[in-house]
Antibody
Framework: EVNLVESGGGLVQPGRSLRLSCAASGFKFDDYAMHWVRQVPGKGLEWVAGVSWDSGRIAYGDSVKGRFTISRDNAKTALYLQMDSLRSEDMALYYC?????????????WGQGTMVTVSS | NFMLTQPHSVSESPGKTVTISCTRSSGRIASSYVHWYQQRPGRSPTNVIYEDNQRPSGVPNRFSGSIDTSSNSASLTISGLTTEDEADYYCQSYDSNTRGVVFGGGTTLTV
């Protein structure tokens, strides 16, 4: 069974850092692109970042470029999101999502999300 | 960069058919696949249509997708509506210029 489990969310002060993790299982992790998508409660989905299967291609949404870093460890079947210089507008539920072999593919599996709260 | 614009909400009666549109602001709609997601309240999104008009296994054939190059838009059509279809629906496409992913703003379906 394909499973994605996010962790690492919590309460953090503005300007501080947080690292999210996503543990993947049930599929050949190193065959697929992976993504982070966030959602402010009650609002829509916002794509945050994506990484290709081999980490050779990485892209970010404009609102997080230069502050967030996506990475993956294929040996550990894990996806990460290093979030620096956090702002109040980064407060959201962060989902890990499984893409396809390329960036154009749909996200066919999503985790349950981990909540990030940015507040002093 | 382009945007995907969806109606904020749609409403239809049980048993009827509803269509949700997703209009691309610039560039051709056919230049990149459109995918659709359903998000029920309190749940994670699930993919209901991929590559414009393909249905993942397990998604009922009441769900269908299409694109219309004349209006530069994609559509999700749900027939035989039931209360289980009440959810938010999002379209999504890939931006080859930025190598990023774009989501529409979402449409709340009330049955």
């Amino acid at each position: 069974e394909v499973n994605l489990v996010e962790s690492g969310g919590g309460l953090v002060q503005p300007g501080r850092s947080l690292r999210l993790s996503c543990a993947a299982s049930g599929f050949k992790f190193d065959d697929y692109a992976m993504h982070w998508v966030r959602q402010v409660p009650g609002k829509g989905l916002e794509w945050v970042a994506g990484v290709s299967w081999d980490s050779g291609r990485i892209a970010y949404g404009d609102s997080v470029k230069g502050r967030f870093t996506i990475s993956r460890d294929n040996a550990k079947t894990a996806l990460y999101l290093q979030m620096d210089s956090l702002r109040s507008e980064d407060m959201a539920l962060y989902y890990c999502a499984k893409g396809g072999p390329s960036g154009i593919d749909a996200f066919d599996m999503w985790g349950q999300g981990t909540m990030v709260t940015v507040s002093s | 960069n382009f945007m995907l614009t969806q109606p904020h909400s749609v409403s239809e009666s049980p048993g009827k058919t509803v269509t949700i549109s997703c209009t691309r602001s610039s560039g051709r709609i056919a230049s990149s696949y459109v995918h659709w997601y359903q998000q029920r309240p309190g749940r994670s999104p699930t993919n209901v249509i991929y590559e414009d008009n393909q249905r993942p296994s397990g998604v009922p054939n009441r769900f269908s997708g299409s694109i219309d190059t004349s209006s530069n838009s994609a559509s999700l059509t749900i027939s035989g509506l039931t209360t289980e279809d009440e959810a938010d629906y999002y379209c999504q496409s890939y931006d080859s210029n930025t190598r990023g992913v774009v989501f529409g703003g979402g449409t709340t379906l009330t049955v």
